[in-house]
């Protein structure tokens, strides 16, 4: 210790963690994934909700921008950084940048936008766009090498979201479900879907409800959907129906404190049935009652509603 300088007292410390909680309070969102599946979209919804949003910055510059954003006070305090494999400065070692964050007290929250091989394909194609690691090769080859280049990313991501099915609203609308308001406990998205269009990519639970009768075979319930009473009376009604959903629910609710104590702020339950319109659509809806009632902040979706 040198002349004039003074040990760290109480005062100090207090102020050491009183900057640490508020580190821990700012609203930090980090946003990446694959090209084309819809990253610039969340960029422009989190700006609509009141995020202040820096695109395109290099990985390395993360740290340094969570601290301006941090000193700066006011809006700085709900700051979104994306990350674009395009950046010279890009690194693959987002978990590590992440851990960096987190050590030095800041909890973000990261998201990963994902498509399938065959949207992303089309999507390049209807804008006359090379993908930017396709080089000499063909654009599969560039979705190729982006995945492995960002399996780290996915790995370290808080929550998924899969825009193979979505347009541009339906993922704004998805980013504002979440984003709205700061999150600072888990919350839960039951999303409705049919099997025949296969499993979201973003789901972290399956309930597969094709063991109840099917509303489809019932000719005055067709044409419905299981958000009418009609369907929904008519699928709760089936034997097991309701003891399962509420022992589900009570599952869920077992495992909450578990996903905290782990960092996860998303859970998305993914409720199936053939077609995505009665039997899940029911259950997802009834399954989100009884979660909220538990006290679980839960939104609900319907991916596959409206396609027959």
Request: hydrophobic share 45%; charged share 25%.
């Amino acid at each position: 210790m040198t002349i004039g300088e003074r040990s760290p007292g109480a005062d100090d410390l207090g102020d050491v963690d009183g900057i640490a909680a508020a580190r821990a309070e700012m609203d930090l969102v980090v946003v990446t994934g694959l090209s084309g599946a819809g990253r610039s979209t969340v960029a422009r919804a989190l700006e609509n909700v009141g995020y202040y949003v820096v695109d395109n910055l290099p990985q390395t510059l993360m740290v340094t921008m969570a601290e301006l954003a941090f000193a700066s006070g006011g809006a700085g305090r709900r700051t979104a950084m994306t990350l674009d494999v395009r950046s010279r400065a890009f690194s693959t070692d987002l978990l590590g940048a992440v851990a960096d964050l987190r050590t030095r007290g800041f909890h973000p929250r990261v998201v990963f936008v994902d498509a399938s091989d065959d949207v992303l394909i089309r999507r390049f194609e209807s804008v006359r766009r090379a993908h930017p690691l396709q080089g000499e090769g063909r654009l599969a080859d560039g979705i190729a090498a982006e995945r492995v280049l960002l399996a780290n990313a996915r790995e370290v991501a808080d929550v998924i979201i899969d825009t193979s099915l979505l347009n541009g609203n339906q993922l704004r609308g998805r980013i504002e479900e979440l984003f709205v308001t700061p999150e600072r406990t888990l919350h839960v998205t039951t999303l409705s879907f049919g099997f025949k269009y296969g499993l979201p990519a973003d789901a972290d639970l399956v309930v597969d409800m094709r063991w109840l009768p099917n509303p489809h075979w019932v000719p005055e319930l067709r044409p419905f959907s299981g958000k009418d009473q009609a369907v929904s009376d008519y699928v709760m009604a089936q034997p097991g129906a309701v003891e399962f959903l509420d022992q589900y629910a009570a599952v869920v609710a077992m495992a909450t404190d578990g996903y905290k104590r782990e960092g996860k702020r998303y859970l998305t339950i993914a409720v199936g049935c053939t077609g995505g319109k009665h039997r899940s659509v029911a259950s997802a809806l009834a399954l989100a009652a009884r979660l909220e009632a538990r006290g679980i902040p839960t939104t609900v979706s319907h991916r596959d509603l409206g396609r027959e």
